[in-house]
């Protein structure tokens, strides 16, 4: 088999009922049984060979979407890996702000034994930083925070449009994930701060998107970088109560309050003081102001 060389991207020549695993692949030149060229590879299995893209939209494809496009909260409703195995039970939330985001993932039937944390953290992603998009079209989440040891290829994929849901692409690994985009009303506060703690220096990110934020807390330079205790990463709903966690790497911070608020050094949780690196917002406000202020924008 053949994939042809063409403009932009291109299919696979007699995909359509011969080779049912073919998908769309950009442009280059295959022949073989196994290799890779660029961003493809293919292998061969039963004599059937086997071709998988990393990536199936033109980079300039007027679908794109940027970052700042998805101010909000993002829910995953599917993820098809790299085996081509499905998933659309996890429970997995984006929350973006302006460039700074937060992203934390719980596996289906993760089991919650109180006396485990440890168990429980290992069991989930978390990460948070700050999300780009550059001239070719491809978006990259940085990660400040990881609740996981970094993985060998960087974080990046195309974002597009399909009705009403964003899918993501991957560009170093082959995957797909859909997302069902809850946008926040016109003029809601969006705010977000990359911060790092006065104590030991370890990062931190706090992201609000109307009445949901988001919070990333990562190791220090004594942590060890295999406990799953030693960062966490959460989001939650800003409540007449405070701003209460809901969705947690760690299950002791579930139903807490962050109690973000202003201090001497810029900005104070209920753990931690934290030195102010870089804000921004949406609007005219003060993002401080945004990012500790407890009136939730709904009356509950």
């Not at 998009?133 to 974002?159: I, N, Y």
Request: charged share 25%.
């Amino acid at each position: 088999m053949i994939v042809h060389p063409g403009r932009g991207w291109s299919v696979c020549p007699g995909a359509a009922g011969r080779f049912p695993d073919c998908m769309i692949v950009p442009d280059c030149m295959i022949t073989g049984m196994a290799g890779r060229h660029g961003n493809v590879r293919w292998s061969s299995s039963g004599g059937t060979l086997r071709v998988v893209a990393w990536g199936t939209v033109s980079r300039t494809d007027s679908r794109t979407v940027r970052p700042v496009d998805l101010t909000g909260v993002l829910r995953r409703t599917l993820l098809v890996g790299p085996d081509g195995r499905r998933d659309t039970s996890s429970e997995v939330v984006w929350l973006q702000g302006p460039s700074l985001y937060v992203d934390v993932r719980r596996p289906a039937g993760t089991p919650r034994d109180p006396d485990d944390d440890r168990a429980w953290a290992r069991a989930h992603e978390g990460f948070a930083g700050r999300c780009t998009r550059t001239a070719d079209g491809v978006t990259h989440w940085e990660r400040a925070v990881d609740v996981r040891a970094p993985g060998p290829f960087p974080d990046a994929g195309l974002l597009t449009r399909d009705g009403a849901d964003v899918v993501e692409r991957g560009v170093h690994v082959p995957y797909t994930e859909r997302w069902a985009p809850e946008p926040v009303p016109p003029g809601a506060p969006v705010a977000g701060a990359l911060l790092r703690a006065v104590d030991d220096g370890r990062a931190g990110v706090l992201v609000r998107a109307g009445d949901r934020f988001g919070w990333a807390c990562g190791r220090g330079p004594d942590d060890d970088p295999a406990d799953p205790l030693t960062a966490h990463v959460a989001v939650g709903r800003i409540t007449g109560a405070g701003w209460i966690v809901e969705l947690a790497t760690l299950p002791r911070l579930e139903g807490r309050d962050l109690r973000p608020h202003r201090d001497a050094a810029g900005l104070g949780t209920d753990a931690r003081t934290w030195q102010v690196l870089d804000t921004e917002v949406v609007g005219g406000h003060d993002p401080l102001d945004l990012l500790t202020n407890s009136t939730p924008l709904t009356k509950e």
